[in-house]
């Protein structure tokens, strides 16, 4: 049990550290993803 909560103590920081990250790349993803739904939708119609 003392080896599982240095583990977590270990990986949270880096896991926080990461999404410092990846929350702006996810958004910038989806909104590409929109956006090229979006164009294929108007050129579809």
Known sequence: MEL???LIQQI???TMES???WIPL???LAVG???VIASAARRSR
Do not use: D, H, Q, R
Request: aromatic content about 26%; hydrophobic content about 60%.
């Open 4 to 6: 599982f909560s240095n």
């Open 19 to 21: 999404f410092g990250v």
């Open 33 to 35: 993803v929109a956006y």
């Open 26 to 28: 996810a958004f910038g």
């Open 12 to 14: 949270v920081p880096a």
